[in-house]
């Protein structure tokens, strides 16, 4: 069974079977974003099983927030219009048991770290896992202020997911590369439109530094949207993020769009 290690101790992690599972065929592993409660908490299960079934390896699961300082437009759009339908913190378990009882992909929760401090971070972490959850991917948590949620994702067993950027420093990036397990997750500063080869090369280049700082799965989002997108990226990351592509695909064409456009994604992932 695959372990990854962290401080000392083993611990089994969904997201590293995955990825490793997705390794092992030759490719790079494909991660689809969703929006919890978006269009509706049953069209969010719905489209995640799709997900699963058309070509995806994990699932991340996005709390809607009233302040999304990190989301675009699309997401933005479709977590306003959750939350204004009435969408609770709470129903994201509802979302992730939905899609793991049905499916085999590991469903990871992406928030922001104050609805977790609100509810309580040990029992979110209970609940999550109960859920079948694999972990937590935190885009405003950083290592050095994140000890109460190490121990509780020790206790119940489950990923720390942590972002890395160009901006990292060394020392930045070997703290948060110790303080993950699944794997890491590698963003890019966006230029502005049109200007693909420059994101690209920054994004390879903090996929590189985190796997000198001893990385073993490090997954890459870059407003992907095509095969093409996925194939540059899996050239050199162990998985592809997807996240406003899905969201528009459930927004223009509901569950069917979500699982053509995941089965059109995943030709791109095989290793040249």
């Known amino acids: 069974m695959t372990t990854a290690q962290t401080s000392g101790k083993t611990a089994t992690s969904k997201s590293a079977i995955a990825i490793d599972k997705a390794r092992a065929e030759g490719r790079a592993a494909l991660i689809g974003y969703l929006p919890a409660g978006?269009?509706?908490?049953?069209?969010?299960?719905?489209?995640?099983?799709?997900?699963?079934?058309?070509?995806a390896d994990l699932i991340e699961v996005g709390i809607p927030y009233s302040d999304p300082v990190m989301d675009g437009p699309v997401i933005q759009a479709a977590t306003t219009e959750a939350l204004a339908k009435g969408f609770s913190v709470r129903q994201v378990f509802d979302v992730v048991a939905g899609i793991t009882s049905q499916t085999d992909a590991a469903v990871l929760v992406m928030t922001y770290w104050n609805?977790?401090?609100?509810?309580?971070?040990?029992?979110?972490?209970?609940?999550?896992?109960?859920?079948?959850?694999?972990?937590?991917?935190?885009?405003?948590?950083?290592?050095?202020?994140?000890?109460?949620?190490?121990?509780?994702?020790e206790k119940y067993g489950l990923d720390r997911v942590f972002l890395v950027a160009p901006s990292s420093t060394p020392e930045?990036?070997?703290r948060t590369v110790d303080a993950?397990?699944?794997?890491?997750?590698?963003?890019?500063?966006?230029?502005?439109?049109?200007?693909?080869?420059?994101?690209?090369?920054a994004a390879e280049d903090v996929v590189?530094?985190?796997?000198?700082?001893?990385?073993?799965?490090?997954?890459?989002?870059?407003?992907?949207?095509?095969a093409e997108q996925v194939a540059e990226i899996?050239?050199?990351?162990?998985?592809?993020?997807?996240?406003?592509?899905?969201?528009?695909?459930?927004?223009?064409?509901?569950?069917d769009a979500v699982a053509q456009l995941t089965k059109d994604l995943s030709t791109g992932l095989t290793r040249k």
């Open 38 to 55: 978006y269009p509706s908490v049953e069209e969010t299960i719905a489209a995640g099983i799709a997900l699963a079934r058309n070509g």
């Open 115 to 153: 609805p977790v401090v609100r509810m309580g971070v040990d029992e979110f972490s209970r609940r999550l896992a109960e859920a079948g959850g694999a972990g937590l991917i935190t885009p405003d948590l950083i290592p050095d202020e994140a000890a109460e949620w190490m121990d509780a994702s």
């Open 172 to 174: 930045r990036m070997r």
């Open 180 to 201: 993950s397990r699944g794997f890491v997750y590698a963003v890019s500063i966006m230029g502005v439109t049109g200007a693909r080869s420059s994101v690209s090369s």
């Open 208 to 226: 590189a530094a985190a796997k000198a700082a001893g990385a073993e799965r490090v997954c890459v989002g870059l407003g992907v949207s095509t």
């Open 234 to 255: 899996a050239a050199y990351a162990d998985g592809v993020i997807v996240g406003s592509a899905l969201v528009a695909a459930v927004r223009n064409g509901g569950v």
